[in-house]
Structures are given as C-alpha cells and as structure tokens.
C-alpha cells in the first residue's frame, strides 16, 4: 500500500502546533515518534505547554498504528485522538510522495509574465514596496556565480548597492542596511542560536509583516514545500482576499508566505503595493484581478493553474471548473508565460481527505482567492 504525506495542525487556544507523518523507509530519518512504517516530524520548533500531552497523544496513536493501515483510517484515528477536551488535530492536506513544486527561475521578479496581452507587469512589486517606504531590502535567492553578477548590474545602475551570499543576492538602498542583511543571511545558513534574530531582522528589513515573520521563524523547515504545506489552509476553506496569494509566484503582490490566508497586514501591504502600481499603469489593478482571481492550485507534478470555480471547496456541493489557465516557465525563452488550460473546463473537483481530484488531475496545496480584494466571500 502506498501511503501519502499527513499533514496536521494540532490547535489549542491559541497555540498550535504543525506536523507532518510520512512513511518511514529507512528507518533513520528525523523523527519525533515512529510506528506502523511511519515516523511524525514536528514543524514547530518548540512545543506550547498546553499542547505537550496532546503532541505525546498523537505519538502513541501513531504507535499503534497497523504497517498497511490506509491514510484515511488514519487520518480519522488521530483527528479523535484527545489528551485534552480543548485540543484537537485538524487535516491540513495528504501531499503525495512525489509531490512537486514549480522551479521558477531565480530571478522571477527581474522577468516578466507574458499573456496573450503581452507584458503583464509594469513594475516589480518590490521595487514599488521599496520607493513607497514599505521596505528597506531586496533579496533574490537561488541565483547560480554567473546570475549573480547578471542581476546585480540592474540594481547598480539605479543607484542600489548590492552584495551577494553565495547563492543570494541583496539589494538596497542605505550600505548599513545592507551589511545587516548579509551579516543576517550567513548566520541563518550556520543554524546557530540567532538564526531567529536573524530571521526577524530579515523578514523586517524586506517588509515582511511582524506576524508572518513570527510564524516562519517558528518553523524548523522552510523550503517551498514545507511553506506551503504548513501555511496554506486546509483543503476544505472558505474563499479570502486575492490580496494574500503567495503560492503562485508570477501573479503575487507580495513575497513572502503569510501567516493565513486572512492576515490582515499581508492585505494591507499588498493593498499600497496594489495602489504604487495603478498609478503607475492605470487600469492595472482590473487587469490584475482578472488574471488573479480565483483557486490557486499546484497539482502533485508541480503544475500551477488559477482555475475559475463554481461551487466553494467549505461548501457541500459541487465544484466545477468554468474555466482554467495554466502557468508556465520557457526556459528556453527566459520567460514566464499562461496558457487556458482547456483540459480542466467543466470537470468536477472531487474533495477527497486531504485533496482535489479529477480524471488525470490531483492537488493537495490549494488556496481559494476568489475573494474580493477587501474581502473574504465573493
């Protein structure tokens, strides 16, 4: 039997705790607790007191658990664990074990989206967060020696000093900011004692709001996946704002992963980002919203799609797809382009534990941004 990747959110008050269960091959991964060919993985550095007994529940449940017990089993079993009347475990998503996520290039925000309508952007969003005093940095991760020095130039050339960590390249406008970035990054990178001073001083210093700040220093991984596992609502959620789409890179306002999909800040930052662009280009915010709207999906290959939908995924009927588009990098054209993805109009969305399906279709990482800008439902 092949079994998924569980992902839960243990809650409390207001403590909460994310983990994952994945099946357990080796043997010798990091684990908290193993059991039944599994092993639990804690995401949240430290354990909140109140939530120390349910945590320990959930590990002896999953000792218990049968090598072939199906995921939806389970699933169920931990969901009624309780050590407390007041803690509960709640399905974020089952991701499968191949799940993948979309490698756009490094320096995304430096290229441009191309539609039908040629260039969608007419202004780097971070660049306009920067000028409107909403930021004090630029970072550009994943960058190889030679693409470093590429996307410095730019930036030099309009009056910013730049400095490069490895694979990472700063942007800025005063050099102590800058010092403080790159002093930040190396001690991110060793692990230490600091890395969650250094953490804040970053998330700071690019904008970030306090609390998503607080909520990715709280994680023991941060790669894309584990970002968007952790941070994305659960499969089953009710429309929020296209204000706080993060997952699809191309089309997002800001770029950092918010705390929730409803955080207010994250609304208001890209709410003044929204407006620094529409006074650049009038019209560009209707054009934004024409494209953004709607459910945010990277199937389990790492496709990315905004799909139209009728029906809401926290409702009890169907969800039909009206409409599709699919976004898409060409390496070979050093562009990043969108194309309707007419294979998906009018197939039903089957809400499975921990997932959308349809024929030849499976995501776990969804987020429903058919919301108004300045609010939640349609």
């Given at each position: 039997?092949?079994?998924g ?6 809650e409390?008050?207001?403590a909460?705790?994310t ?32 939530l ?6 959930l ?38 074990l ?21 260039h ?20 550009r ?28 390249l700063?942007?800025?406008?005063d ?8 002093e ?11 890395a ?5 001083f ?9 609390c ?32 706080t ?11 950092h ?35 953004a709207r ?59 534990e ?25």
């Open positions: 039997m092949t079994h990747v569980i992902w839960l959110r243990l409390c008050d207001a909460d705790v983990l994952f269960i994945a099946p357990d091959r080796e043997g010798n991964a990091q684990a908290f607790a193993r059991g039944g060919g599994r092993r639990l993985v804690l995401l949240t550095r430290a354990i909140p007191k109140q120390e007994l349910s945590v320990t529940a590990a002896g449940a999953l000792g218990k658990t049968p090598v072939d017990e199906p995921d939806q089993t389970l699933v169920l079993r931990l969901t009624s664990t309780r050590a407390s009347t007041d803690a509960r475990a709640k399905l974020l998503r089952i991701l499968s191949g799940q993948a996520m979309p490698r756009w290039p490094a320096d995304l925000r430096g290229r441009n989206l191309r539609t039908h309508r040629g969608f952007w007419p202004a780097q969003a971070e660049e306009v967060g920067l000028e409107l005093g909403l930021r004090d940095l630029i970072k991760e994943g960058l190889s020696a030679a693409s470093a020095v590429e996307a410095r130039a730019p930036f030099e050339t309009a009056g910013f000093v730049t400095a490069v960590v490895d694979d990472v700063f942007a800025a406008r050099q102590q900011i800058l010092q403080g970035a790159v930040a990054e190396r001690c991110l990178r060793g692990h230490g004692i600091r969650v001073e250094a953490a804040e970053l998330g700071v210093s690019l904008g970030y709001p306090k998503c700040v607080k909520a990715f220093a709280r994680l023991s991984a941060t790669d894309d996946l584990s970002l968007a596992a952790a941070l994305l609502p659960a499969v089953r959620h009710a429309p929020s704002s296209v204000l789409q993060w997952l699809l890179a191309p089309l997002a306002l800001v770029s992963a918010p705390c929730s999909s409803t955080c207010p800040s994250t609304m208001n930052l890209a709410r003044q980002i929204l407006a620094g662009i529409e006074a650049r280009d009038s019209g560009f915010t209707v054009r934004w919203l024409g494209v709607g459910l945010h999906v990277v199937d389990e290959v790492g496709r990315c799609f905004v799909l139209r939908i009728e029906g809401h995924l926290d409702g009890a009927g169907p969800v039909v797809v009206q409409d599709a588009l699919e976004l898409l990098w060409h390496p070979e054209g050093g562009g990043v382009g969108a194309r309707p993805a007419t294979e998906l109009t009018g197939q039903l969305l089957v809400r499975e921990g997932r959308l399906v349809a024929p030849g279709f499976s995501a776990a990482l969804v987020a429903d941004h058919s919301g108004q800008p300045d609010h939640g439902h349609q």
